[in-house]
Protein backbone atom coordinates (compact mmCIF):
# COMPACT_ATOMS: atom_id res chain seq x y z
CA UNK A 1 0.00 0.00 0.00
CA UNK A 2 1.29 3.42 -0.77
CA UNK A 3 1.41 5.90 1.66
CA UNK A 4 0.46 9.89 1.71
CA UNK A 5 4.49 10.54 2.06
CA UNK A 6 5.49 8.02 -0.46
CA UNK A 7 2.92 9.35 -2.81
CA UNK A 8 4.28 11.78 -5.53
CA UNK A 9 2.06 13.42 -8.31
CA UNK A 10 3.65 12.14 -11.54
CA UNK A 11 3.41 15.37 -13.00
CA UNK A 12 5.92 16.87 -10.34
CA UNK A 13 7.72 14.03 -11.19
CA UNK A 14 7.86 14.73 -14.84
CA UNK A 15 7.97 18.26 -14.74
CA UNK A 16 11.40 18.25 -12.38
CA UNK A 17 9.58 20.01 -9.40
CA UNK A 18 12.66 19.75 -7.27
CA UNK A 19 11.53 15.98 -6.99
CA UNK A 20 14.15 13.57 -8.76
CA UNK A 21 12.71 11.23 -11.54
CA UNK A 22 11.95 7.64 -9.95
CA UNK A 23 14.60 4.66 -11.18
CA UNK A 24 15.72 1.72 -9.50
CA UNK A 25 19.13 1.99 -8.41
CA UNK A 26 22.32 1.14 -10.43
CA UNK A 27 20.38 3.33 -13.63
CA UNK A 28 22.59 6.73 -14.02
CA UNK A 29 21.46 7.16 -17.34
CA UNK A 30 17.85 7.75 -15.95
CA UNK A 31 19.10 10.22 -13.19
CA UNK A 32 21.15 11.81 -15.90
CA UNK A 33 17.76 12.34 -17.53
CA UNK A 34 16.11 13.89 -14.89
CA UNK A 35 18.50 16.60 -14.90
CA UNK A 36 18.32 17.36 -17.95
CA UNK A 37 14.40 17.07 -18.02
CA UNK A 38 14.58 19.91 -15.51
CA UNK A 39 16.74 22.20 -17.71
CA UNK A 40 14.69 21.72 -20.66
CA UNK A 41 11.37 22.13 -18.39
CA UNK A 42 13.07 25.89 -17.22
CA UNK A 43 13.73 26.74 -20.74
CA UNK A 44 10.34 26.05 -22.26
CA UNK A 45 8.81 28.06 -19.25
CA UNK A 46 11.09 31.10 -21.22
CA UNK A 47 10.19 30.20 -24.30
CA UNK A 48 6.34 29.64 -23.65
CA UNK A 49 6.46 32.97 -21.85
CA UNK A 50 7.82 34.69 -25.22
CA UNK A 51 5.62 32.95 -27.41
CA UNK A 52 2.54 34.38 -25.11
CA UNK A 53 3.89 37.69 -25.26
CA UNK A 54 4.57 37.70 -29.37
CA UNK A 55 0.58 35.68 -29.42
CA UNK A 56 -0.80 38.23 -27.30
CA UNK A 57 0.98 41.22 -29.57
CA UNK A 58 -0.57 39.41 -32.81
CA UNK A 59 -3.82 38.87 -31.10
CA UNK A 60 -3.59 42.42 -30.68
CA UNK A 61 -3.08 43.78 -34.05
CA UNK A 62 -5.73 41.49 -35.31
CA UNK A 63 -8.35 43.93 -32.62
CA UNK A 64 -6.60 46.62 -34.25
CA UNK A 65 -7.53 45.27 -37.96
CA UNK A 66 -11.23 45.29 -36.45
CA UNK A 67 -11.33 48.86 -35.46
CA UNK A 68 -9.75 50.07 -38.77
CA UNK A 69 -11.46 47.27 -41.01
CA UNK A 70 -8.49 46.29 -41.81
CA UNK A 71 -9.03 42.39 -43.16
CA UNK A 72 -5.58 41.68 -43.69
CA UNK A 73 -4.33 43.05 -40.25
CA UNK A 74 -7.36 41.11 -39.03
CA UNK A 75 -6.25 37.70 -40.90
CA UNK A 76 -2.88 38.25 -39.90
CA UNK A 77 -3.05 39.02 -36.00
CA UNK A 78 -5.47 36.26 -35.39
CA UNK A 79 -4.00 33.70 -37.64
CA UNK A 80 -0.42 33.55 -36.09
CA UNK A 81 -1.45 34.70 -31.86
CA UNK A 82 -4.53 32.19 -31.85
CA UNK A 83 -1.66 28.90 -32.15
CA UNK A 84 0.84 31.15 -30.80
CA UNK A 85 -1.16 32.20 -27.08
CA UNK A 86 -3.07 28.66 -27.00
CA UNK A 87 0.00 26.75 -26.95
CA UNK A 88 1.40 28.85 -24.12
CA UNK A 89 -1.87 28.91 -22.21
CA UNK A 90 -1.59 24.50 -22.09
CA UNK A 91 1.59 24.47 -21.65
CA UNK A 92 1.00 26.97 -18.29
CA UNK A 93 4.69 28.40 -18.18
CA UNK A 94 4.01 30.01 -15.22
CA UNK A 95 2.05 27.23 -13.33
CA UNK A 96 -0.18 29.42 -12.54
CA UNK A 97 -3.19 27.28 -13.71
CA UNK A 98 -3.10 24.47 -11.63
CA UNK A 99 -1.13 21.29 -12.01
CA UNK A 100 1.20 21.00 -14.55
CA UNK A 101 0.24 19.70 -17.99
CA UNK A 102 0.01 15.91 -18.59
CA UNK A 103 1.86 14.54 -22.00
CA UNK A 104 -1.53 14.71 -24.05
CA UNK A 105 -1.56 18.20 -22.99
CA UNK A 106 2.47 19.26 -23.61
CA UNK A 107 1.87 17.36 -27.05
CA UNK A 108 -1.03 19.66 -28.31
CA UNK A 109 1.01 22.38 -27.15
CA UNK A 110 4.19 21.40 -29.10
CA UNK A 111 1.38 20.89 -32.34
CA UNK A 112 0.05 24.28 -31.63
CA UNK A 113 3.73 26.05 -31.04
CA UNK A 114 4.42 24.38 -34.94
CA UNK A 115 1.40 25.60 -36.17
CA UNK A 116 1.85 28.84 -35.35
CA UNK A 117 5.50 28.60 -36.59
CA UNK A 118 4.06 27.56 -40.09
CA UNK A 119 1.58 30.51 -40.30
CA UNK A 120 4.78 32.54 -39.89
CA UNK A 121 6.91 31.34 -42.16
CA UNK A 122 4.13 31.71 -44.87
CA UNK A 123 3.57 35.48 -43.86
CA UNK A 124 7.63 35.99 -43.85
CA UNK A 125 7.60 34.65 -47.85
CA UNK A 126 4.32 37.09 -48.47
CA UNK A 127 6.21 40.21 -46.72
CA UNK A 128 9.50 39.53 -48.88
CA UNK A 129 7.46 39.21 -51.64
CA UNK A 130 5.21 42.27 -50.68
CA UNK A 131 8.76 44.01 -50.04
CA UNK A 132 10.71 43.01 -53.49
CA UNK A 133 7.35 44.47 -55.44
CA UNK A 134 7.42 48.16 -52.87
CA UNK A 135 11.40 48.56 -54.37
CA UNK A 136 9.45 49.07 -58.11
CA UNK A 137 7.40 52.08 -56.75
CA UNK A 138 9.06 55.19 -58.68
CA UNK A 139 5.99 56.93 -59.64
CA UNK A 140 2.09 56.88 -60.45
CA UNK A 141 0.45 56.35 -63.81
CA UNK A 142 -2.11 59.13 -65.37
CA UNK A 143 -5.73 57.22 -66.71
CA UNK A 144 -8.19 59.34 -68.31
CA UNK A 145 -11.99 57.71 -68.19
CA UNK A 146 -13.26 57.16 -72.03
CA UNK A 147 -16.42 55.95 -73.13
CA UNK A 148 -17.42 52.12 -72.77
CA UNK A 149 -15.71 49.47 -74.74
CA UNK A 150 -13.27 51.70 -75.90
CA UNK A 151 -9.24 50.85 -75.65
CA UNK A 152 -7.51 54.10 -76.82
CA UNK A 153 -7.93 57.45 -75.88
CA UNK A 154 -10.04 59.77 -78.14
CA UNK A 155 -11.54 63.04 -77.93
CA UNK A 156 -14.32 61.86 -75.84
CA UNK A 157 -12.41 61.07 -72.85
CA UNK A 158 -12.64 63.03 -70.05
CA UNK A 159 -9.67 63.70 -67.72
CA UNK A 160 -11.35 63.97 -64.22
CA UNK A 161 -13.53 61.86 -63.55
CA UNK A 162 -11.33 58.66 -62.84
CA UNK A 163 -12.37 56.96 -59.19
CA UNK A 164 -8.60 55.97 -57.30
CA UNK A 165 -9.22 53.44 -54.66
CA UNK A 166 -5.98 53.64 -52.40
CA UNK A 167 -4.18 57.20 -53.20
CA UNK A 168 -7.74 59.28 -53.13
CA UNK A 169 -9.71 57.42 -50.84
CA UNK A 170 -12.33 56.04 -53.48
CA UNK A 171 -12.82 59.51 -53.85
CA UNK A 172 -13.24 61.31 -57.48
CA UNK A 173 -9.62 61.93 -58.82
CA UNK A 174 -7.36 63.25 -60.63
CA UNK A 175 -6.78 59.79 -62.73
CA UNK A 176 -3.37 59.08 -60.78
CA UNK A 177 -2.62 55.17 -59.64
CA UNK A 178 0.05 52.87 -59.04
CA UNK A 179 0.37 50.03 -61.50
CA UNK A 180 3.49 48.24 -60.16
CA UNK A 181 1.13 47.00 -57.31
CA UNK A 182 -2.02 46.96 -59.97
CA UNK A 183 -4.10 49.48 -57.85
CA UNK A 184 -7.78 49.31 -59.30
CA UNK A 185 -8.48 52.27 -61.21
CA UNK A 186 -12.11 53.04 -62.21
CA UNK A 187 -14.66 55.59 -63.56
CA UNK A 188 -17.72 56.67 -62.88
CA UNK A 189 -20.70 55.02 -64.83
CA UNK A 190 -19.65 52.49 -67.38
CA UNK A 191 -16.57 54.30 -68.10
CA UNK A 192 -13.63 52.69 -68.68
CA UNK A 193 -9.81 53.84 -67.69
CA UNK A 194 -7.14 53.84 -69.82
CA UNK A 195 -3.70 54.83 -68.88
CA UNK A 196 -2.28 57.95 -70.96
CA UNK A 197 1.35 57.04 -71.11
CA UNK A 198 2.39 60.26 -68.54
CA UNK A 199 3.66 59.58 -64.66
CA UNK A 200 3.99 61.94 -62.28
CA UNK A 201 3.52 61.78 -58.32
CA UNK A 202 6.89 61.36 -57.72
CA UNK A 203 7.36 62.74 -53.84
CA UNK A 204 3.49 61.12 -52.85
CA UNK A 205 5.37 58.09 -54.26
CA UNK A 206 8.48 58.45 -52.27
CA UNK A 207 6.92 59.56 -48.57
CA UNK A 208 4.50 56.09 -49.56
CA UNK A 209 7.26 53.78 -50.53
CA UNK A 210 8.87 54.99 -47.17
CA UNK A 211 6.24 53.77 -44.70
CA UNK A 212 5.47 50.54 -46.47
CA UNK A 213 8.90 49.47 -46.99
CA UNK A 214 9.49 50.34 -43.51
CA UNK A 215 6.82 48.21 -42.18
CA UNK A 216 6.76 45.16 -44.64
CA UNK A 217 10.59 45.19 -43.58
CA UNK A 218 9.04 45.37 -39.74
CA UNK A 219 6.33 42.76 -40.26
CA UNK A 220 9.23 40.38 -42.17
CA UNK A 221 12.15 40.44 -39.14
CA UNK A 222 8.75 40.03 -37.12
CA UNK A 223 7.24 37.12 -39.12
CA UNK A 224 10.83 35.27 -38.96
CA UNK A 225 11.64 35.49 -35.26
CA UNK A 226 7.89 34.38 -34.70
CA UNK A 227 8.69 31.32 -36.89
CA UNK A 228 12.12 30.37 -35.43
CA UNK A 229 11.19 30.76 -31.79
CA UNK A 230 8.00 28.86 -32.21
CA UNK A 231 9.41 26.23 -33.92
CA UNK A 232 11.91 25.49 -31.52
CA UNK A 233 9.46 25.84 -28.99
CA UNK A 234 7.53 23.03 -30.37
CA UNK A 235 10.24 20.51 -30.91
CA UNK A 236 11.68 20.86 -27.37
CA UNK A 237 8.11 20.99 -25.79
CA UNK A 238 7.21 17.73 -27.94
CA UNK A 239 10.41 16.52 -26.51
CA UNK A 240 9.41 17.20 -22.94
CA UNK A 241 5.97 15.48 -23.84
CA UNK A 242 7.91 12.41 -24.36
CA UNK A 243 10.17 12.48 -21.72
CA UNK A 244 6.95 13.11 -19.02
CA UNK A 245 5.30 10.17 -20.93
CA UNK A 246 8.49 8.37 -20.27
CA UNK A 247 8.87 9.55 -16.40
CA UNK A 248 4.93 8.69 -15.97
CA UNK A 249 5.81 5.00 -17.29
CA UNK A 250 8.65 4.70 -14.98
CA UNK A 251 6.76 5.81 -11.85
CA UNK A 252 3.72 3.79 -12.74
CA UNK A 253 6.20 0.38 -12.69
CA UNK A 254 8.48 1.44 -9.83
CA UNK A 255 8.90 -1.51 -7.26
CA UNK A 256 5.77 -1.04 -4.94
CA UNK A 257 3.79 1.12 -6.45
Not at 128 to 144: C, G, N, P, R
Not at 199 to 217: H, Q, Y
Request: overall charge negative; glycine content about 8%; aromatic content about 6%.
Amino acid sequence: MQTNEESTSIAEVSRGNDVPIAAPCGQPAVQEMSVSHALRVQQNRCIHIIIMVLGGLNLGLGVWGFLGLDGWTILTGFAIGTPATLASVLYNPGGCCGEMPPPRQLKMAGILAAVAAAVCLVYALFSSMQLSSEVAWIHLDEFTCCPPGASEISDACEGESCISSDWDDGEISSCWAALTVNEPMTCEGDKVAIATGNTGREDDVAAAKSWWMGFTASALVMDTITALIAAFASYSTLKEAREVAQAESMVLHEPGR
